[in-house]
Nanobody
Framework: QVQLVESGGGLVQPGGSLRLSCAASGIWFSTYDMGWYRQAPGKQRELGAAITSGGVTNYADSVKGRFTISRDNAKKTVYLEMNSLKPEDTAVYYC????????????WGQGTQVTVSS
């Protein structure tokens, strides 16, 4: 059974920082590309940051320079370090694990709420 369990969300003031974690089980973690998506109220889910199985990272323009994604294959965990948070970063953040070969595998966590407000 595949599980992706996010943690680390919460309420933070503008300019503050949070670190999200996503612990995976039931998958060969090191072979998966991992991503953090977010969905704000009334908006579509969008990619925030991603890291390939080889460690290559990709960021949405809106978070570049402020967010850092990383992974620890030994701990089967992916992290999202979020700095200089803005109210527009408020969303539910979802962890995603994806592998394309030999077929598409696509798994999602339950989400963790991040609220940036004074």
């Amino acid at each position: 059974q595949v599980q992706l369990v996010e943690s680390g969300g919460g309420l933070v003031q503008p300019g503050g920082s949070l670190r999200l974690s996503c612990a995976a089980s039931g998958i060969w973690f090191s072979t998966y590309d991992m991503g953090w998506y977010r969905q704000a109220p009334g908006k579509q889910r969008e990619l925030g940051a991603a890291i390939t199985s080889g460690g290559v990272t990709n960021y949405a323009d809106s978070v570049k320079g402020r967010f850092t994604i990383s992974r620890d294959n030994a701990k089967k965990t992916v992290y999202l370090e979020m700095n200089s948070l803005k109210p527009e970063d408020t969303a539910v953040y979802y962890c995603n694990a994806r592998r394309l070969l030999p077929k598409l595998y696509d798994h999602w966590g339950q989400g963790t709420q991040v609220t940036v407000s004074s």
